[in-house]
């Protein structure tokens, strides 16, 4: 198997038709056929649950695994097509977000509804050319354990969450937050810094 994708990376024809047979150019998602063997595909740990309104674009070139007894709730939508995207057990996704790879999101996270988390970004700085004919780059997401994420805020590519951080709602984070710390506001910065209690 690791021959066949060596062989299919190092062949750009090889690889143009199978990311042909894969993603649907059009729909820019996974085609049906592929939807339906995902399951044999991505990794989802004994007790978690994606709830049927979710979306997975989760073609199998990346990986996708949800922890145990981890939950993603309605309405989301999960794309790891440029990205691995890896959940730890008791992690909790509330309803309406998104995460579009590659992401790393820890144990014990709780993300409230409405959230966005991309490690992809557009490129645009060639101005003779449109944006969507410019490509785009990515940079992981790092969400440590023990983390809250408040609604409707926005997580950025390349950043890192430190462990026992809270994310105020409609927060647009992009830079590195601290462990033990709260951070709030567009951009985000720490507003507070959470005491361990001795």
């Known amino acids: 198997m690791r021959n066949l994708k060596e062989?299919?990376?190092?062949?750009?024809?090889?690889?143009?038709?199978?990311?042909?047979l894969i993603m649907n150019p059009v729909r820019v998602r996974p085609r049906w056929y592929i939807r339906c063997l995902a399951p044999l595909y991505q990794h989802r740990s004994k007790g978690s649950v994606i709830y049927g309104s979710v979306r997975m674009d989760t073609p199998?070139?990346?990986?996708?695994?949800?922890?145990?007894?981890?939950i993603i709730e309605s309405y989301c939508c999960i794309n790891n097509a440029v990205g691995d995207i890896l959940i730890g057990d008791d992690t909790h996704l509330g309803l309406h977000n998104t995460l579009i790879g590659p992401i790393r999101i820890g144990r014990q996270v709780i993300v409230a509804q409405g959230v966005t988390i991309s490690a992809l970004n557009h490129c645009f700085k060639d101005v003779s050319l449109p944006i969507c004919q410019q490509g785009y780059t990515t940079k992981e997401i790092i969400i440590e354990d023990d983390v809250w994420i408040g609604a409707n805020s926005v997580i950025l590519?390349?950043?890192?969450?430190?462990?026992?951080?809270?994310v105020a709602a409609g927060a647009v984070v992009t830079k590195d937050v601290p462990p033990y710390t709260v951070v709030a506001g567009n951009?985000?910065?720490?507003?507070k810094v959470i005491e361990k209690q001795v």
Not at 60 to 70: A, D, E, I, K, N
């Open 7 to 20: 062989a299919i990376k190092g062949n750009q024809r090889i690889k143009s038709i199978v990311h042909w």
């Open 60 to 70: 199998p070139f990346h990986r996708f695994c949800l922890g145990r007894r981890s």
């Open 157 to 166: 590519q390349g950043v890192h969450i430190g462990t026992h951080s809270v």
């Open 187 to 191: 951009p985000a910065k720490v507003i």
